[in-house]
């Protein structure tokens, strides 16, 4: 039978399905994840098995009260009191010092753990109800694009395997921001870009705090493993030409000439930054299920250059297989 959001006995039907050895598809409003118990290793490596994700990817744990969030911690900056406060429920991922309860699985061996609170009422529904915070990365196989509904889920893993909490569409559409917060160089450490700004996150930095880029190696204090770092991620499985063209008048030129071809998808996103957000896989998964030659996306130049964007680049700069500079006049 089906999980529904309004089930008084939500958190006693969950826990059954972890007793029977399956995961829990978990809408939050970023992307559908692939839920389970920090403190149930056979759980935690079953979603490693089932994602075909390496052992040496950190996973996100998720929280469902701020008492929660600092216990997974060992360590609680002003800048974590401060953003969460701010940010939480929402699409904002602290990395901090790990607590001695966060077993190696979830955090590959590192010393930090990253932490975030989702904003969605069936998301905090559940994490309330199990007092237990749950690993939640994407609902979708290594590599591939995310889940953004839970057909999206049901499409990759079969009922045996995961059971689907359905929460309707996602809100935000891509991943979250990742910042990690060293306290010792009073510095924050911009991991990955999702649909909150730089600007929001300083805006709400103590006195003495700084926003910085992460160091390119280990060795400089740099995080050793990240996925959401990888050079190939979020991809479809057909080719994916994105090109960026230098005026809105080229796009529209070479719209008109990619529409006249059947065999190739074309892929315009929404003007607005969050719709982009919100739409990018549900768009790259429909033209990629029309199985074409390729898939061409179109995008206008000066979105590179604008903050909102920063996130749906950073998916497209990983998920594309070419990209391409469109010249200004024709392409
Ligand atoms: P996801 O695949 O969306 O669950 O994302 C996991 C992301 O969390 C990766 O992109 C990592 O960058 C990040 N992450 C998780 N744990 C850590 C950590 N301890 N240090 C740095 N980044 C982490
Ligand atoms: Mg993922």
């Known amino acids: ?40 290793p056979d759980l935690i490596a079953r979603v490693f ?6 052992a040496d ?54 010393d930090t753990v990253a932490v975030r609170m989702p904003d969605h009422p069936a998301a905090l529904a559940v994490l309330r109800a199990l007092d237990v915070p749950l690993v939640a990365p994407s609902a979708n196989l290594f590599t591939c694009l995310s889940p953004t509904s839970a057909a999206d889920v049901r499409a990759v893993f079969s009922a045996d395997q995961v059971e689907i909490l359905d929460g309707g569409p996602c809100r935000v559409g891509i991943e979250s921001t990742i910042v990690g917060i060293d306290s010792r160089r009073r510095r924050l450490l911009w991991l990955r870009p999702g649909m909150l700004e730089r600007a929001e996150i300083v805006r709400h930095l103590p006195e003495g705090w700084r926003l910085e880029a992460p160091p390119a190696s280990e060795a400089e204090g740099g995080p050793r493993q990240a996925p959401g770092r990888m050079e190939i991620h979020y991809r479809p499985t057909r080719p994916l030409h994105v090109h960026v063209c230098a005026g809105r008048a080229d796009c529209d030129r070479l719209a008109e000439r990619l529409r006249g071809d059947g065999a190739r998808a074309l892929v315009v996103l929404p003007e607005d930054a969050n719709r982009a957000g919100r739409d990018l896989y549900r768009l790259l998964r429909q033209a990629d299920g029309e199985n074409p ?34 010249p200004a006049d024709g392409g």
Not at 12 to 27: I, S
């Open 57 to 110: 990817n950190p996973l996100i744990v998720h929280v469902g009260t701020l008492g929660q969030a600092r216990r997974v911690v060992s360590e609680w900056p002003e800048p974590a009191e401060r953003l969460s406060r701010a940010f939480w429920p929402g699409p904002l991922t602290l990395v901090l010092p790990r607590a001695a309860c966060i077993p190696d699985a979830v955090t590959a061996g590192l």
């Open 293 to 326: 030659e390729s898939i061409e996306l179109l995008l206008p130049a000066e979105r590179l250059r604008q903050p909102a964007w920063e996130g749906v680049i950073n998916r497209l700069r990983k998920a594309a297989t070419r990209w391409i500079q469109v």
């Open 1 to 40: 039978m089906a999980l529904a959001l309004n089930d008084p006995g939500l958190g006693a039907r969950v826990r059954e399905v972890f007793e029977q050895g399956r995961l829990l598809a978990l809408p939050t409003e970023t992307v559908y994840g692939l839920a389970a118990p920090i403190d149930r």
């Open 49 to 54: 098995e089932l994602k075909g994700r390496p």
